[in-house]
């Protein structure tokens, strides 16, 4: 065995070629593959551990206006005999700029089973009720605080504004970049004097909120866990992706490699080495290149994780709102998963070499023709496996159109995955008619019939490599116009929204006075004050039917002035925009479409909304994009909201007129309001703010993207060079017949060059499927919006021009040592052919 | 060593069932040389790939060593060629990724029978000496043709089987490899089972026979 083995091994030691291949396949399948699952590991970890805090276990009352609570309304809901708890939270910045989420709890008060009623031992519930105090703390947020795991408990690190914290003690329960102290405690640090953010009581402890008091219940807050399911679901098909572009790759150095072992094969089956033998040497052969290649590219997954963590963690929190830790929390179980991710697709890949070895006869073995034979019926396959997937997608597109908007993330992904696989597999089938049709045609010109005549004879080696590139290229194009089109909605979308120059962020009851004072200034046009709230949504009255529901939304109220009502980006209107518009300020509300595509509501809908006084039904006018947003939203002139819900103002745009001193009028709010700092932000800020999130939630889609197209490039690069000894040796014969080197070198640039053009050309009209998958199925099912399709044709040239280059350049090295050969030595390898 | 019972082998091809050996019946005792001749197409390399369990016979008993072939398992069958015989073909069919030294010693290694002093010697005698870490393709034809011999006989095989060993060979070479052949054989005192074209070949052997229209004919001279 050991002898058989080392013998099959000593083929990689003359192509170490074919061995880099074959491992660098298999690193880049699992370090894709594991980097995302580490991502989504660390991710669902951090999710339990924010499930296992507050906001999804509790009852939350907050009041009804928006303004803060104090401590006294605190104790005469007590008094009034209400289990309510009180719950103070902040920000705390850290020495090296980390922003971390200070809550201040009673534990006292808080209900029991909550992860931090558990205070222990009555030594440490002193320890954290009196000063000085105890901070309890994650260990992955140590690093933003200068510390070590080892001199973490009893440290009380000082924060950028100066303030100390109470000594800490680690938690590992607790969500990431989370201080949890004493409500005393934490009252300090963040000078809030009597404030409180909000109350909380156990699930159902309270029956109905009291009188000024919103009652939010634990069931009705989405876990982020549920929220970014999609996100993770569409990093997980991104990770599947690469595993298959990487197992292409594997499945293609293995049957070089074996091809080129055949010979070898059967040398040592007449030797008397048995043919089971054989296949369990083989088998042993692919469990070690495995082991080696899954646990490097493990290995490597992990670090890819950690860089890309850091983008993930902020595209979650802007998207939907949730916490991730910066550090990867890895369980046992994902190591293995990984291993065995790999070995298992290591071994799909490498079955069909192993089936044709176990199934080949001794007599024919090392015969090139028997073995080629076998690719007729291979194609004859492919093609039939292609339709059937074709057809699974076919169906899939047809269930799907009949299902309302928004449903069928899986079939979405399913739709682009048969599109994908059906491509593929008649990739091969395609281009051996082409070229059997080509060879037809061109029988005039014996140097072009040979140049295609060996094209075909080269395509079972390098069907799967090109296979592989069709599908890197066009998801590389799919995603890419996906991204783009998305950049370009959203900017326009941003640049419609934020009409006025100037924006202000005050204190909810400091917008009356500076409403009367702006009112007087004559630079000002337009004062545009929003309002927001929350509410929930009880029913829903279509033509059709009527449903009550329990759904919580948020409540957004805009003011129609004449400098916004024209630009407001709307989806459908019920008449016309200003007929829309005009039903908006008498009291109809426009709703986001994520709530439209949630509930498949349209314009002329009826909504019933929970208000302080009585329930509201309104009409629904219109439908507007939300880019961004996790959560349905109702839209209504700031006056209704006001009227009809009590809502608090939330901001105001400035519109000013031509020539404004927009510097003075700043300054003159800030001095005569003593606003902060950032109260006042002007567009362009936004604009970069929002920009800059947008940037960082597809760093993650474009890293992976360029992943992908680079080792898809890589595989052909590699397999094309893998054969390029063999093509010397179809050059020589010709050369030797007189056909000049330059001419050969050519034939041979132009032969990889057109079926990387070809494959290329056959990639953008899938690429522009999968666009269409991307941004009207699944973007619509995962987020609950519609992008409009663009195309980016400079972006379509660059990657068609990357897979052309690819293939020349693999066409050109040996090429080139073709044309610095010596004779002798040309003729030499012509007769140990 | 090696008997043929009344074997027939037909193939069977798309214009119809060829058949290649009628009724053959052959005797091959331990040391005994026989040189088997016939037409090109003739069956000869059929009858050696059947007696060495390459292949079996649609009639007829084989027996190697003791051993009735067809009541063989693959792998039994391949244990028994790696420790009894010893195969040279027409083409050198060496492990072009092996050294000469690994190549020669692959067979002996697999039957579990490496003996060093033996493969000196052999490498000694088929002239190779210094060339041990050198690959199949920096050797000319008779060199190759030389090292598959010597991996053929390097584990001491009863019975060596060579298909047209001095096919591929220009004349002299191929007298030169032949003689080396023999004496080698003589050496080891294993039988021999040569197909060949040339009389020179097979007039210093212990019989001749010639394959025709699939029969067995005897024709030592
Ligand atoms: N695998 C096979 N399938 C069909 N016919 C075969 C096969 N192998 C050999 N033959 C035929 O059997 C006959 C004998 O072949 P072979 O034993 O190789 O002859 P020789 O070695 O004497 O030249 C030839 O006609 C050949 O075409
Ligand atoms: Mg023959």
Redesign the pocket.
């Known amino acids: 065995m050991t002898t058989v083995l080392t013998t099959l091994l000593s083929h990689y030691r003359r192509h170490p070629g074919q061995l880099v291949m074959l491992l660098l396949g298999l690193w880049v399948a699992s370090a894709l593959w594991s980097g995302i699952q580490a991502i989504n590991a660390t991710a669902r970890d951090s999710y339990a551990r924010a499930d296992a805090l507050f906001a999804t276990e509790l009852d939350q009352l907050e009041r009804r206006d928006g303004a803060t609570l104090s401590r006294d309304e605190y104790h005469a809901l007590r008094q009034a005999g209400l289990p309510v708890s009180p719950l103070l939270e902040g920000n705390v910045v850290t020495q090296d700029g980390t922003r971390l989420t200070l809550i201040g709890i009673d534990p006292l008060t808080l209900p029991s089973e909550n992860a931090l009623g558990q205070a222990g031992t009555s030594s440490s519930l002193t320890a954290f009720l009196t000063p000085p105090w105890q901070t309890r703390v994650a260990p992955d947020a140590l690093t933003a605080l200068g510390l070590e795991r080892g001199n973490a408990p009893g440290a009380t690190p000082t924060l950028a504004e100066g303030g100390k914290l109470p000594p800490l003690t680690l938690s590992p329960a607790l969500p990431p970049n989370t201080l949890i102290m004493d409500i005393a405690a934490a009252a300090r640090l963040l000078a809030s004097g009597e404030a409180i953010t909000r109350l909380v009581a156990a699930p159902g402890a309270l029956t109905t909120a009291p009188p000024d008091y919103t009652l939010t219940r634990a069931t009705s807050l989405a876990s982020p866990g549920q929220l970014t399911e999609s996100f993770h679901l569409n990093l997980t098909a991104l990770g599947l992706l690469a595993l298959v572009v990487g197992l292409f790759i594997v499945q293609a150095a293995l049957g070089l490699a074996l091809e080129q072992r055949l010979g070898m094969l059967r040398t040592l089956r007449v030797l008397g080495v048995s043919g089971r033998t054989l296949v369990a040497a083989l088998s042993l052969e692919l469990l070690l290149l495995g082991v080696i290649g899954g646990l490097t590219g493990i290995a490597s997954g992990v670090w890819l994780a950690r860089w890309l963590l850091p983008d993930v963690a902020a595209t979650l929190g802007s998207l939907y709102g949730a916490d991730v830790g910066q550090t990867l929390s890895l369980p046992w179980q994902y190591w293995m998963g990984g291993l065995a991710v790999s070995l298992g697709g290591l071994l799909l890949a490498g079955s069909g070499v192993l089936w044709r070895a176990a199934r080949l006869n001794v007599?024919?073995l090392g015969q090139m023709q028997a073995w080629r034979s076998g690719f007729r019926r291979q194609l004859t396959l492919m093609s039939i496996a292609g339709g059937l997937a074709a057809a699974i997608g076919l169906g899939l597109t047809l269930w799907l159109a009949q299902q309302p908007p928004g449903d069928g993330l899986l079939a979405g992904f399913g739709v682009v995955a048969a599109l994908l696989l059906a491509s593929a597999l008649w990739l091969p089938p395609l281009m051996a008619l082409t070229l059997k049709g080509l060879t037809h045609l061109a029988r005039r010109r014996p140097l072009t019939q040979w140049a295609l005549a060996d094209m075909q004879l080269q395509l079972p080696r390098l069907s799967l490599a090109m296979m592989a590139l069709l599908v890197a290229l066009a998801t590389n194009l799919g995603v890419g116009s996906m991204v783009g089109g998305f950049r370009v909605t959203f900017l326009d979308w941003l640049d419609q929204r934020l009409v006025a120059p100037l924006y202000i962020n005050a204190p909810a009851d400091q917008y009356d006075a500076i409403d009367t004072w702006l009112a007087d200034r004559p630079e000002v046009s337009e004062r545009l004050l929003t309002r927001r709230s929350e509410t929930t949504l009880l029913a829903i009255d279509t033509p059709d039917e009527s449903r009550s529901l329990s759904l919580a939304i948020d409540l957004y109220g805009i003011t129609p002035g004449e400098s916004l009502t024209p630009h407001w980006p709307l989806l459908n209107t019920l008449d016309d925009r200003p007929s829309a518009w005009a039903a908006f300020d008498n009291g109809a509300v426009f709703v986001n479409e994520q709530l439209a595509t949630a509930e498949n509501l349209s314009p002329g809908d009826r909504l019933t909304l929970r208000a302080p006084n009585g329930n509201e039904t309104l009409t629904i006018t219109a439908v507007y994009p939300d880019y961004g947003n996790p959560s349905g939203q109702v839209l209504m002139a700031s006056h209704q909201l006001a009227a009809r819900f009590e809502a608090p103002p939330s901001s105001m745009g400035l519109v000013l007129h031509e020539n404004a001193n927009v510097e003075a009028l700043r300054n003159a709010l800030t001095t005569r309001f003593g606003l902060s700092n950032d109260a006042i932000s002007d567009q362009r800020e936004i604009k970069r703010i929002a920009t800059e999130i947008f940037e960082r939630t597809f760093t993650i889609t474009r890293a992976l993207n360029v992943l992908t197209l680079a080792v898809a490039s890589l595989a052909l690069l590699a397999s094309l060079l893998a054969q390029a000894r063999s093509r010397r040796q179809q050059l020589a014969p010709l050369w030797a017949l007189g056909v000049p080197r330059a001419q050969l070198a050519r034939l041979n640039l132009a032969q990889l060059g057109g079926a990387a053009l070809a494959t290329g050309l056959l990639a953008i009209p899938l690429g522009i499927a999968i666009t269409w998958g991307l941004v009207a199925v699944i973007n619509v099912a995962a987020f609950g919006w519609r992008l409009p399709l663009h195309l980016f044709p400079g972006e379509m040239a660059v990657t068609l021009a990357t897979a052309v280059g690819v293939a020349l350049l693999a066409a050109a090295l040996p090429a080139l040592r073709f044309w610095r050969a010596s004779p002798r030595a040309l003729l030499a390898e012509e007769t140990h052919q | 060593m090696l008997e043929f019972d009344q074997v027939h082998k037909t193939?069977?091809?798309p214009q119809g069932p060829?058949r290649?050996l009628k009724d053959v019946t052959l005797r091959l005792a331990p040391g005994q040389s026989l040189a088997l001749m016939?037409?090109?197409?003739?069956?000869?390399?059929?009858?050696?790939?059947l007696a060495a369990g390459l292949d079996l016979p649609d009639q007829g008993t084989i027996t190697l060593a003791g051993e009735g072939l067809a009541a063989l398992a693959e792998p039994a069958r391949a244990k028994l060629r790696r420790e009894q015989l010893g195969l040279v073909f027409q083409q050198f069919h060496l492990v072009p990724s092996l050294t000469v030294i690994d190549n020669l010693r692959l067979q002996a290694r697999l039957a579990r029978r490496d003996d060093t002093a033996w493969t000196a010697h052999l490498l000694e005698r088929l002239g190779l000496h210094g060339l041990e870490k050198r690959y199949p393709e920096q050797l000319s034809g008779g060199q190759q043709q030389r090292l598959a011999i010597g991996r053929a006989l390097a584990p001491r095989p009863a019975l060596l089987l060579a298909?047209e060993p001095t096919g591929n060979l220009d004349e002299t070479t191929a007298s030169h490899v032949l003689e080396l052949l023999l004496s080698l054989v003589h050496e080891t005192q294993c039988a021999l089972l040569v197909?060949t074209h040339s009389p020179q070949v097979a007039a210093p052997l212990d019989r001749c026979l010639r394959?025709s229209h699939g029969s067995l004919l005897d024709a030592t001279p």
Do not use: P, R
């Open positions: 007599l024919s | 193939y069977a091809t060829i290649v016939g037409e090109s197409g003739s069956g000869k390399s059929t009858l050696l790939h298909d197909v394959l």
